[in-house]
C-alpha cells in the first residue's frame, strides 16, 4: 500500500467526516463494516475516491458534495445519500442549499427519486439537530 496515497486520502476524507456522533453514517464505519468480507473496500475509498478524486483542483468541497448528492439522487441510493448529505452538511452545505439541490432535480429524476432523497435529508438534518443538543 502507497503510504503517503492513502493518509492523502484520508486526510481529505476527513474534510468530510463527522467524528462526534456515533449514530451519523461515515465512510470509516462502511469500511469497518466491511472489513471481515471486503476488506480492500475501505482501502479504495480512500485512495482512490479521496485521495484521487477528491483531492483534485478545480472544485471546493462544499461544490464536490453538491455534486455527489445529486448524482446519487439520480442513482436512488439511499444509503449512499445519508452519508453523503452528512459529508456535505460536515464540508459547510446548509440544509437549504441540499435542500435546493435536490428538489432542482425534479424535471431530470422525477418526483420518487426527490421525494425519497427529501425524506432521506429530513431524517439526516434531524439527527445533526439532535446532535448539537
Partial sequence: MNESRYQHGLDKLMEYTLTENRDISTHLKI??????????????IIEFAYGDIYSRSGLTNKQRAIVTISSLVTQGTEPQLELHIN??????????????SITHLIPYTGFPRVLNALTVAKKVFEMRREEKH
Fill in 87 to 100: 459529508t456535505g452538511l460536515t464540508a459547510g452545505l446548509t440544509e437549504e442549499e441540499i435542500v435546493e
Fill in 31 to 44: 469500511s469497518e463494516a466491511l472489513e471481515d468480507i471486503a476488506p480492500d473496500v475501505g482501502k479504495y
